[in-house]
Structure formats: structure tokens, C-alpha cells
């Protein structure tokens, strides 16, 4: 077996700065992070329904699951009958009314005709100017009945509470609602992830933390964003904000690697790790002579660049593992 120690300047290329040593790479122990792999769920920041204003028939439905709308935008038209049929009383009530005013009016100048001649006495004409009065406060309170019924006929229009992705429409054009009813749930505000983490783990997650987001492009960076303090069904609730965040579906779910605290570990370049007879070696300058050792290897990570594999046994720390170019 012939075993050839590489060179200072062939390493520099190779293996990350920090584990250089003259003629091989010092497998130093080196403080890792565990990662621990979670589905979280993309939701919205803020789920608002549109809410139905007004009891009656949905007579028109203008969106429907993952439309964009904007805040305001008439999202459906709601139709209450008996709206019409209010106003019609309202108008045959002032009808009424006004004639009644008439013939008071007239009845008051009469009665002012007559007390200037002496005929009529002051009370009397006091009597038939408060008939008037009162006339013209039923026509007032009929008038502001009938504002009160006409803006009742303007809440018909669901409108979007807040702009973004209408999330689902529970109704269908037709059908009968109830004010306060959901039409339509808005999703808006941006999007995160909400993930659950069991509560053992609770101690080792903080506010701010890296995470990672394996996509169906690659990986993307993001951080906890946010922890809740209660603790539900032995989980913890914790949301990690991505951007550019792929919000095309809703309560998608989406593999998270959390951070859940760090240890020691003895890394070495995946390169110096050669396999065979099923068996994993890497050679250890001692000596003066390189020894092939039988390692037990573990995950694998990047550090600078440069792809590394933990030694879970065979190396104890120390030793300079040289490249095998035989």
C-alpha cells in the first residue's frame, strides 16, 4: 500500500480554513448544529371572511377559490324581497302623510283668518298649528325610515375585507344567507410557515433563528419569526417567515429544518473517506507513516463550501487524516 501525504497548497483548495494542518487535515472536534426536520403549513397572516351584510338570496357570485381580489371589490350581491315591499310602505306612508299636511296647512291659515276677525280664539289656532307640527315629525321619521331601508339595500354587495387569494367560498350563487354569514375567506397580508414542534424541544428554539426550507427548486433560508407561548396538545407553535415564499397553495405543506442546539463532532472532508469491502477508511498520518483506519461515518454538512462527513467512531480527535492516492 503506498500512501502519499498531499500538499499544503493542494489542501488550501480543498478543505476549509481553520483544519489545515502541514501535510494532511486535523480532524479537530468542531461544534455542529442539529437539525430536525418538521413539516410546516403555508397560511396566510391574516385570514378575514367576507361576511354577508344582509339576509337574503345570493343573486350574483363574482370569484371564486384562488382568485386575487382587492380590498373592496364586490365579491357577490345579496337580495332581500321584502326590501322592496318596505320601501313601497315607507312611500305610500308619505303619500299619506303629505296629504294630511296639506289639509293641516290649510286648516291652519283658516284658523289665522279667523282669529284676525275676531271669529276663532288663540287656542283654537294653537290646536291646529301643533296638528302641523306633528304632521311634518311623522314625515320626518318616515323620511329617515326610508334612508335607514335604502342603506340596507346597499349592504347587499359583499365586498373583500382585506386585499389577497380568496382561500374558499363556502356558498354557492342561489343560495340563502344569514347576515353575518361567511360568503367568502380572504387570505391576505403575506404568507408564512406554521410549524409544530414537539414540546421537549421547546428549550432550544429562539425568536430570530436560521432556518432552512427544502423546496421543490432547492433551498431557501428564512427565520422564526415568531414563537407562541402556549403550548397546544404537547406542541409547541412557531412561525418561519421565507421570502419569496411559494403561496400558489395554501396549507401546503413544506419540510423545515429547525435548529435544535449544538454539540462537538469530529469532521473530515468527504473527499479523504474512501469505501471498500463495505467498509468506510480514511488514512492517519502517525508516525510518519500513514495507517489505513476503519471509520463509522454520519451525516453529512457543508462547512465553507466544502462538503463534510461526522466520524462517528474510529477517530477520537487529533489526528491528521491524509489523502490515499494509491
Known amino acids: 500500500m503506498k500512501s502519499i501525504i498531499l500538499p499544503l497548497a493542494l489542501l488550501a483548495l480543498v478543505l476549509p480554513q481553520g483544519a489545515k494542518a502541514e501535510g494532511g487535515f486535523v480532524a479537530a472536534p468542531t461544534e455542529v448544529t442539529d437539525w430536525k426536520a418538521v413539516y410546516g403549513r403555508v397560511e396566510a397572516k391574516d385570514s378575514i371572511p367576507a361576511r ?8 350574483e357570485l363574482s370569484v371564486t377559490e384562488g382568485d386575487l381580489v382587492q380590498a373592496g371589490t364586490p365579491l357577490g350581491t345579496i ?8 320601501l313601497g310602505a315607507v312611500d305610500a306612508q308619505l303619500e299619506s302623510l303629505g ?3 296639506s289639509n293641516a296647512q290649510a286648516e291652519l291659515t283658516r284658523g289665522e283668518t279667523l282669529l284676525s276677525r275676531g271669529v276663532s280664539t288663540a287656542q283654537q289656532l294653537d290646536s291646529l298649528r301643533t296638528a302641523v307640527n306633528v304632521i311634518e315629525g311623522q314625515i ?11 342603506q340596507q339595500a346597499t349592504e347587499g354587495a359583499v365586498l373583500a375585507p382585506i386585499s389577497g387569494r380568496v382561500l374558499s367560498v363556502p356558498v354557492a350563487k342561489g343560495a340563502v344567507v344569514m347576515a353575518g354569514e361567511t360568503v367568502a375567506m380572504i387570505g391576505g397580508g403575506g404568507f408564512f410557515l406554521r410549524v409544530s414542534v414537539p414540546e421537549r424541544h421547546a428549550h432550544t428554539m429562539a425568536q430570530g433563528d436560521a432556518i432552512t426550507i427544502e423546496t421543490a ?16 396538545n404537547g406542541r409547541v407553535i412557531a412561525d418561519v417567515e421565507v421570502t419569496d415564499l411559494d403561496a400558489t397553495y395554501v396549507d401546503a405543506r413544506v419540510l423545515v ?5 449544538k454539540r462537538a463532532a469530529i469532521l473530515v472532508p468527504a473527499d479523504l473517506i474512501k469505501t471498500h469491502s463495505g467498509l468506510d477508511f480514511v488514512m492517519v498520518e502517525q508516525g510518519g507513516a500513514a495507517l489505513e483506519r476503519v471509520v463509522v461515518p454520519g451525516t453529512r454538512t457543508q462547512v465553507d463550501g466544502v462538503e463534510m462527513v461526522e466520524i ?12 490515499d492516492e494509491q
Do not use: C, N, W
Request: glycine share 12%; charged share 20%; aromatic share 4%.
Open 257 to 261: 429544518r429547525l435548529p435544535m442546539g
Open 140 to 150: 320626518a321619521a318616515q323620511q329617515a325610515q326610508r334612508k335607514v331601508i335604502e
Open 99 to 101: 296629504a294630511q299636511l
Open 312 to 323: 462517528v467512531t474510529g477517530l477520537s480527535g487529533g489526528e491528521t487524516v491524509v489523502r
Open 217 to 232: 427548486t432547492g433551498t431557501a433560508e428564512g427565520h422564526l419569526a415568531k414563537i407562541y407561548p402556549q403550548i397546544q
Open 52 to 59: 354577508a351584510r344582509l339576509g337574503g338570496t345570493l343573486v
Open 79 to 86: 337580495v332581500d324581497e321584502k326590501i322592496a315591499f318596505q
